[in-house]
């Protein structure tokens, strides 16, 4: 019950500081914090990541103006997508936290953007741009800060987990 | 332990069909508003914070001239709005001496809201607002009315209401357009749009038209909920084309709609 508590409340920070503070800041508006925490729950092998994309998706389609579900789609199928690459490829793989990045923002516009070009296609929604030159250096910022910000988080966990662990180590030989 | 069973899938997509039915059906709309409705104040103040935080590191950035230049920024932009008001004034007595007993005034009827996040949709630009009489019936609110700021710089238009959610593209959005003139013309000389959510792009000027750097860019009133009038930005460059029969005006807003807080919307005028 407690894990399924915790996962709520990432997902109500995650989606709120999206949406809100993280939009006015300079660096932090180029990072998808819903598919950071994904990410990060996929390197955990936390088995709630299913649970937080799909209210995750739930929460950012209240807070959007396009068709309800789009959000729920894009980040559950991500979700599902990440888990099968990362039991199946790269679980032994170093690189992967940028890995992941890549595929998940590439594959969430890719996703968001079909889905729309279909819903205005089939007259649901009214048209909207979803390739500019704008929009693709927005992708590609995106990409590029996101990565960033996963690996040097990664590094720097990876670095604080190493030193711990040795003080723990080198604490309980003391101890014996 | 992680791992996809076909049983997660299935449930998954089952629970997604639901809820896109149950929202068809409009039965999602009393927790989609509850959610709303208690989330929206913890999000205006994150928006705030992160305005402030934003403006913080401009202004740490900032030398004790930029500090000055700002000070002449917003002396020179309430000037413009002044010069506009008074120019549209000017017009409007020549029209009432024309028409005695005629008299018509420029005042709205507005309503305040404040910007408390963006659409949560990656690509997309528009901005959330929220009105800040938690009373007040949004049912008089219409599509494509105009946002505003310091009494009379044009920032959006509304394109969508949910209950008490309402998106707002800004003028610099690539789906907002505007008609628009410069100031002192009494009809409308072209289109202004958005151009990369930074800057606005005037299309469709007659090449008869003389637009000169630094001139002012107003709303020529020409569509239904628009007023005449509202300042949109001043020309920084004109593009003249001898292939094309129409002149481009690139314009730069007098507001950067990433510091929005507090705005106006137009109901009526």
Request: glycine share 4%; proline share 3%; net charge positive.
């Amino acid at each position: 019950m407690l894990k399924q508590l915790i996962i709520f409340a990432l997902v109500i920070i995650g989606v709120l500081t999206q949406i809100s503070i993280v939009n006015t800041m300079p660096f932090l508006e180029h990072i998808n914090i819903v598919l950071l925490f994904l990410i990060y729950l996929v390197l955990l092998k936390n088995p709630f990541v299913v649970l937080f994309a799909f209210v995750s998706g739930y929460l950012l389609d209240i807070y959007s103006s396009a068709t309800f579900g789009l959000n729920i789609m894009a980040y559950t199928i991500v979700a599902f997508i990440l888990i099968f690459i990362y039991l199946n490829f790269f679980s032994s793989s170093r690189i992967i936290p940028i890995i992941m990045a890549f595929i998940s923002i590439s594959l969430y516009y890719f996703l968001v953007n079909l889905a729309i070009l279909t819903l205005s296609f089939l007259k649901i929604i009214p048209k909207i741009e979803i390739w500019s030159q704008a929009i693709f250096i927005n992708i590609l910022l995106e990409i590029l800060c996101t990565t960033i910000f996963i690996a040097t988080i990664y590094i720097v966990g990876a670095f604080l987990k190493k030193r711990f662990s040795n003080i723990f180590i080198k604490g309980s030989f003391i101890k014996n | 332990m992680l791992q996809i069973k076909s049983k997660t899938i299935i449930i998954t997509v089952a629970v997604f069909v639901l809820l896109i039915f149950l929202n068809f059906l409009k039965v999602l709309e009393t927790p989609k508003q509850m959610i709303f409705s208690i989330f929206a104040p913890i999000q205006a103040q994150l928006y705030d914070t992160g305005s402030k935080i934003s403006k913080y590191f401009d202004s740490e950035r900032a030398t004790a001239n930029n500090s000055e230049l700002e000070l002449l920024k917003a002396q020179v932009r309430s000037l413009l709005i002044q010069n506009a008001k008074f120019k549209i004034l000017g017009e409007e007595n020549k029209i009432l001496k024309k028409e005695l007993g005629f008299t018509k005034e420029h005042s709205f009827t507005t309503v305040s809201a404040r910007v408390i996040g963006a659409d949560s949709l990656r690509n997309s630009t528009l901005l959330i607002l929220q009105i800040e009489d938690i009373n007040y019936n949004t049912d008089d609110l219409k599509l494509d009315m105009p946002v505003i700021v310091e009494d009379g710089i044009l920032v959006g238009k509304i394109i969508k209401i949910n209950e008490r959610e309402i998106f707002m593209a800004p003028i610099t959005a690539s789906r907002s357009a505007v008609a628009a003139t410069v100031l002192g013309n009494n009809y409308t000389i072209g289109v202004a749009e958005g151009e990369s959510s930074l800057a606005i792009k005037m299309g469709m000027i007659p090449k008869t038209e003389k637009i000169k750097q630094g001139e002012l860019v107003v709303t020529s009133g020409l569509e239904e909920n628009m007023p005449k009038g509202l300042l949109l930005g001043t020309v920084s460059r004109v593009d003249q084309d001898p292939q094309s029969p129409f002149n481009i005006a690139y314009v730069t807003p007098l507001y950067d709609v990433k510091r929005l807080g507090e705005v106006l919307i137009i109901k009526s005028y």
